[in-house]
């Protein structure tokens, strides 16, 4: 069963302005299936998972794109980065054919990867200006449930407007967590796999495909381990000390491990805000997983109910809500970098995230239940930007958007992204 993804009208907008196109993102998420979704009939498709395919791409890349022609979609394509030479020349040559021809430029390659670890340096040294990059990610909660997604505004009145407008149904705090619990991998959320069974799998195969070139053979089972106690951290300020510490690995190390999830799309780092009136506030990043799901397995949850009871409960939640963020985000070709950020200063006074747009700030704080206690207690730190400050959300699980006071209002976590 196909479900269709809200990045698809992205996908086809670029790909009008561009001779190549470029999908980042983990494995798994659906980028195979929404390119051919998308461009199956038209283009030839090939993946270098196909060793035959991958040998001749890896030993003779010049007569592979020879054999294959354009249009053409080649999947994991990191794994032959000298292919890219050749596809710059083919695009090159073809580029002044249609100049001396005076005809409309097309789409040629559309090139997949899991790992922009190994393939961003070769993008940019090969088809820079030549190439739109797209970043995808896992299911959002509008894309499971069939509801048409819009780019998020915290604008409250543009809110209001389309709650009254938007066909989402209201999901409990149970059925929230449930979500959260089974996460957003497509082959979960079509009943193809056992959740546990396809976590443990993906765990498997990300290491095996996309780490272990990357880090040392002996340090495999420090590296899964390393990946658990960072779920365990999803929400947490980074502490490379700390971290390192726990693993049993110096900090260079940890470092480099975490740039290794962080480009591969398993993570998410939330940078504080920062300008002259700083400091006094934290300057290190926050951990979010991007997918809830196989976070939640990586930190041995076995079910949704016992995570919505656990310590960890708000955690998990915000991560859901920075996730979906991010998600949106992409799917409208949006860096989520230029927006979000969130405040702590050396007070502990700490606002969740906060939406930076030209001179205006606003404040959103993100709570598992509803009607928070004084939720809007720290917007006041904020002052001393001197920025326009908007009116606040307060992300929870509430029903209906209604005031919280002069400050915010609650904006129900099933509306994100409608």
Not at 236 to 250: F, H, P, R, W
Not at 308 to 325: D, I, K, P, R
Not at 354 to 383: C, D, H, W
Request: proline share 4%; with cysteine; glycine share 4%.
């Amino acid at each position: 069963m196909y479900i269709k993804r809200t990045i698809e009208h992205t996908i086809l907008q670029i790909g009008e302005s561009f001779p190549s196109l470029v999908i980042y993102g983990p494995r798994q998420v659906g980028k195979s299936t929404t390119v051919n979704k998308l461009f199956g009939t038209q283009y030839r498709s090939v993946t270098l998972d196909d060793i035959d395919d991958y040998n001749l791409a890896v030993e003779n890349p010049k007569l592979f794109i020879e054999t294959y022609g354009w249009p053409l979609i080649i999947d994991e394509i990191q794994k032959a980065p000298l292919l890219l030479n050749e596809i710059k020349k083919q695009i090159d040559q073809q580029r002044l054919a249609w100049m001396a021809n005076d005809e409309p430029r097309q789409l040629m390659y559309i090139l997949t990867g899991s790992n922009r670890f190994e393939l961003q340096q070769g993008i940019s040294d090969s088809l820079a200006g030549r190439s739109g990059i797209i970043d995808m990610a896992s299911f959002s909660q509008m894309e499971k449930y069939n509801i048409p997604a819009q780019l998020f505004t915290p604008d409250y009145k543009i809110l209001l407007q389309r709650e009254r407008e938007s066909s989402a149904t209201y999901r409990t705090r149970a059925e929230i967590f449930e979500d959260i619990f089974q996460g957003g991998m497509p082959d979960i959320c079509t009943g193809v796999s056992e959740r546990n069974i396809y976590y443990q799998s993906y765990i498997s195969t990300y290491i095996e495909k996309d780490v272990r070139k990357l880090i040392a053979a002996t340090s495999e089972i420090q590296f899964r381990n390393f990946i658990s106690i960072i779920a365990l951290r999803t929400a947490q300020e980074l502490k490379y000390s700390e971290i390192a510490s726990t693993v049993g690995i110096d900090v260079r190390t940890c470092k480099s491990w975490l740039s290794i999830l962080e480009t591969s799309g398993i993570i998410y780092l939330l940078q504080p805000y920062a300008n002259n009136a700083t400091h006094r506030v934290v300057k290190t990043p926050k951990i979010y997983f991007m997918d809830t799901g196989l976070c939640a397995y990586l930190c041995k949850w076995p079910t949704a109910e016992m995570l919505s009871n656990s310590a960890m409960n708000g955690a998990f939640f915000e991560t859901y809500v920075v996730s979906e963020l991010i998600k949106n985000f992409y799917a409208f070709n949006k860096n989520p970098k230029d927006y979000f950020y969130y405040y702590r200063d050396s007070n502990q006074k700490e606002v969740d995230l906060l939406y930076v747009e030209q001179n205006r700030m606003y404040p959103i704080e993100i709570k598992a239940g509803t009607s928070p206690k004084n939720p809007t207690k720290n917007f006041s730190v904020l002052t001393k930007y001197k920025m326009d400050i908007q009116m606040g959300l307060i992300i929870d699980t509430s029903d209906k958007m209604r005031p919280v006071n002069n400050e915010a209002f609650s904006y129900p976590i099933y509306l994100l992204g409608s």
